[in-house]
């Protein structure tokens, strides 16, 4: 055994434990103040590689163009006067705020006040070619039903009929007002009603510094206090809202979810093992039976053994949290859950070393002895466990989804990092607290010994059955689904929502929503990828509008040239005399919106039109923007959106890639559907070899790997039946939970070829209450999450809890059934082979027997010692 070369490691903790303990809490310290640092990034872009294109887009737009996310203030009251008069005090006093300790300002500039009177005169100039198109359309049916209706001096230019013979006229009209209420600008941001004013302020800070975001909204709600709405209105109420507030309530969501998570998780998982611990301390003195004296004294010991599993685990904690700190810097949304997964996955290995470390104390070892035996014993077995999951945890290391590798990285570490320090801190501490008198878990007395049947009962039966319900679920597997819709994966924020609400008169829910930005080299290619994605669109009605500067304003004398033809064209047809007989004032207004004659310089041009098409240094038009049509928040929509437009090629060979979150996100599911099969095959097969090499025999390692195959099975069938989802977030399980449920197995047979033939149910009483209690602490470490408001955080839990739980089962119902099954046919003995050759006269089964009596007299044959 390998461990019997280590025995130099129990012996040097035992006998130099306070130098052991101390060394270990140095770490610790150090490692807990660079965790100190650690944030949690809930930008979904930092999970993926940089070389992706989506990414390298993505941040070039962010570099050229700028991610400008603004504070909006909503300002409602019955009068827009004593909107206005808020507003013109507020916008001062706003832009005077500087951040504290600094002279920093908070904003950059505001839109508040805009001058629309040039766009009046000209809408129809910056009006696409294809909104005239419509428009030119529109116009001359109008005429037409002008001319054939009895009255024509009376009409409403935008009346669409209701009939159903008709409902294609009806949605050219809706298109028609789109387009118009694009170009009808006002000069400031009103509801329909003008009871609500928006005032939009542009920050200084990244929307990532989440220590900004919150200081800056609270210092603006302090201003408009200060400023006074009531003084202004006794019904005014004013609002500072915007998408820049939503990351900040994300990420302060999910740390204090995790936080409170990690300490009712925490919390549980000591109270279980303090009771379970203590329920076998009773057991072992008392035979079951109920001793006020020795539940008292037992009682009194329990902070002792629950300080004794924490401390180790808590060390390795705080050296997990250090490396993520030295190696990424920030914890992503699946990483931040890492804390409390890892101390419920630690502790299995304390339960262990602890439990047999008790049973060698009761059997009148010493100190030294029982650590040593334990170390030897059953620290092969927790290492094995330690090694399969956290090899498990760095199969992911090989993803390019760095969800799955940074996950993997800090979770293996952290398992390794915590058997190190079960292996070592624990007995340094077990050693000082029997030294100090705090712990004695000699024998008093003599131990109640409650005596099993031999045999595990209805074995074949059970057998039998497990195997048919493996079927069924086996057959459910292609049923079960993925969560496709991130809206389903979002939690609540009431906060957001609440003031998002009063910016909904305002700007109501545009069409217009997700845009991809297309970045060019120049603006001559501007037309030729406006073409090709306008191609694109005619196959694809996911693509809604596709926009350019030079589509809107052309810069190019050929463009301009077309540009004035076009609205010659309308001012034609709005001469018409029917037309003209408008008593509505719309036709007016749009003979002045297409009154222009002249090319318009670009200098000319209000900022606030051209900014959505200006670069960070000033550049005008080297973009294109592609709006898709309806909700993006289902995955397939964005990986289909990404199909169309992430790559344009035009004509002339260029290729061009836009940039947009949606992107990013298609990416990212179609990366982890790849990778996610190939990290469990991987997973699987590496759990399997490093079975095989603790095992040394193919039969035992099938044997040990069978309730983890089970398992598995039934958890795919359970989530068919419980309609339990995959989702972005919880795939990251999969290899975990093969790791995790393959601990049950492995120390079962372990102990049962320790034992030998007809200990099965005898192995159940004690490892298999061992390997029941640390599946426990692993669920209640999961399932922490499960008290999670975060629906992404949760199905962490709920997928871990469902697969941990389906190999807990197979572990401690089929896997003993099917044992005795085996002992029964002696399908793992060698005995009849090898006597036979004995019995024909083998020289070297004479010389090396492979069979030997028990004290009782029966014989043993290899397979029944370890």
């Not at 498990?392 to 915590?418: C, K, M």
């Not at 497990?466 to 496709?484: H, N």
Request: glycine share 8%; charged share 20%.
């Amino acid at each position: 055994m390998v461990f019997d070369r280590l025995r130099f490691i129990p012996r040097t903790t035992v006998h130099h434990p306070f130098l052991v303990v101390g060394v270990a809490l140095l770490l610790a310290g150090l490692g807990i103040w660079k965790a100190l640092d650690l944030r949690v990034d809930a930008n979904i872009v930092t999970l993926l590689p940089p070389e992706y294109k989506s990414v390298q887009a993505i941040q070039r737009l962010q570099e050229t163009v700028g991610a400008e996310t603004t504070v909006d203030v909503a300002i409602h009251s019955p009068s827009f006067e004593h909107n206005l008069a808020f507003a013109q005090s507020l916008v001062p006093a706003a832009m005077t705020m500087e951040r504290p300790g600094t002279d920093d300002p908070y904003f950059t500039r505001v839109d508040f006040r805009r001058d629309v009177r040039f766009v009046s005169e000209n809408a129809l100039y910056f009006a696409t070619f294809e909104e005239l198109d419509r428009l030119e359309a529109f116009l001359r049916e109008q005429a037409q039903q002008v001319r054939s209706a009895t009255d024509p001096l009376r009409m409403d230019l935008f009346r669409v009929a209701s009939d159903s013979a008709r409902q294609a006229r009806q949605r050219e009209g809706d298109q028609l007002r789109a387009d118009l209420a694009q170009l009808a600008l006002t000069e400031y941001f009103l509801s329909p009603d003008s009871t609500t004013l928006v005032v939009k302020f542009y920050p200084t800070g990244a929307q990532t510094d989440i220590g900004f975001v919150e200081q800056l909204y609270a210092d603006l709600d302090s201003t408009i206090a200060r400023v006074g709405p009531e003084r202004y209105d006794p019904e005014m109420t004013v609002t500072a809202a915007g998408r820049l507030l939503r990351q900040t309530i994300e990420v302060r969501s999910i740390t204090t979810d995790v936080r409170n998570s990690f300490g009712a998780g925490v919390l549980s998982v000591i109270l279980a093992v303090v009771l379970y611990f203590l329920y076998k301390s009773i057991q072992a003195r008392t035979g079951g039976r109920l001793v006020w004296s020795v539940v008292g004294s037992e009682l009194l010991r329990t902070p002792v053994t629950a300080l004794l599993l924490t401390v180790p685990l808590l060390i390795s904690l705080s050296w997990a949290g250090g490396l993520a700190a030295v190696t990424f810097g920030t914890l992503n949304l699946m990483t931040s859950t890492l804390g409390l997964v890892l101390f419920g996955l630690g502790i299995d290995y304390g339960i262990h070393f602890y439990a047999r470390y008790a049973e060698e104390r009761g059997a009148g070892q010493s100190v030294p002895d029982a650590v040593e035996e334990t170390f030897v014993s059953t620290g092969q077995g927790i290492a094995v466990s330690a090694l399969t999951t956290a090899s498990a945890l760095f199969v992911l290391q090989i993803a390019d989804f760095r969800g799955f590798s940074e996950f993997g990285l800090i979770g293996g570490v952290g398992i390794l990092f915590a058997l190190v320090s079960m292996l070592t801190v624990l007995p340094a501490l077990l050693a000082i607290a029997e030294r100090t008198g705090a712990l004695d878990l000699r024998l008093r007395g003599e131990a109640s010994h409650v005596e099993v049947e031999p045999r595990f009962p209805f074995s074949r039966t059970i057998v039998v059955a497990c195997l048919a319900i493996t079927v069924v679920c086996v057959v459910a597997i292609p049923s079960v689904s993925f969560e496709y819709n991130f809206s389903n994966l979002e939690p609540e924020y009431d906060e957001y929502y609440r003031r998002a609400e009063a910016l909904e008169p305002v700007f109501g829910q545009s069409e217009r929503r997700n845009p991809a930005y297309i970045l060019l080299d120049s603006p001559e290619s501007v037309k030729s990828v406006t073409e090709a994605v306008g191609a694109l669109a005619e196959q694809d009605s996911l693509i809604l509008a596709v926009e350019s500067l030079q589509e809107r304003f052309p810069t190019d004398s050929a463009g301009v040239a077309e540009k004035l033809a076009r609205l010659a064209d309308i001012r034609e047809v709005l001469d018409d005399p029917f037309l003209l007989a408008d008593t509505t004032g719309q036709i007016a207004r749009l003979r002045r919106a297409a009154s222009a004659t002249e090319p318009i310089p670009l200098d000319s041009v209000p900022a606030f039109l051209t900014r959505p098409f200006t670069t960070r240094s000033g550049e005008v038009g080297d973009f294109v923007i592609v709006f898709p049509r309806g909700n993006m928040a289902d995955g397939r929509r964005s990986i289909r959106f990404a199909e169309l437009i992430g790559q344009v090629t035009t004509p002339e060979g260029g290729s061009f890639y836009a940039a947009s979150t949606q992107l990013v996100a298609a990416d990212m599911l179609r990366l982890m559907q790849e990778e996610s099969p190939l990290m469990v095959g991987v997973t699987f097969v590496l759990v399997f070899v490093l079975v095989y090499i603790s095992f040394r025999s193919l039969k035992w390692t099938l044997v040990a790997v069978v309730p983890l195959v089970v398992g598995l099975s039934w958890m795919l069938g359970m989530m068919e039946l419980f309609g339990v989802q995959l989702t972005f977030y919880n795939l990251v399980v999969l290899p975990t939970v093969l790791g995790i449920g393959n601990d049950g197995g492995v120390h079962l047979t372990h102990r049962y070829r320790e034992e030998g033939r007809g200990s099965i149910r005898r192995v159940l009483r004690s490892t298999g209450e061992h390997v029941t209690m640390g599946a426990l602490t692993n669920l209640v470490g999961f399932g922490g999450l499960l008290l999670s408001s975060h629906p992404g955080l949760r199905s962490i839990g709920v997928l871990a809890v469902v697969g941990i739980g389906g190999t807990l089962a197979a572990t401690l119902i089929f896997y003993p059934a099917l044992l005795q099954v085996v002992e029964d046919n002696h399908w793992l003995d060698r005995r009849r082979r090898r006597r036979r050759q004995y019995d024909l006269g083998d020289p070297d089964a004479i010389r090396h027997p492979t069979f030997r009596l028990h004290p009782s007299g029966e014989p043993s044959s290899d397979s029944d010692i370890p």
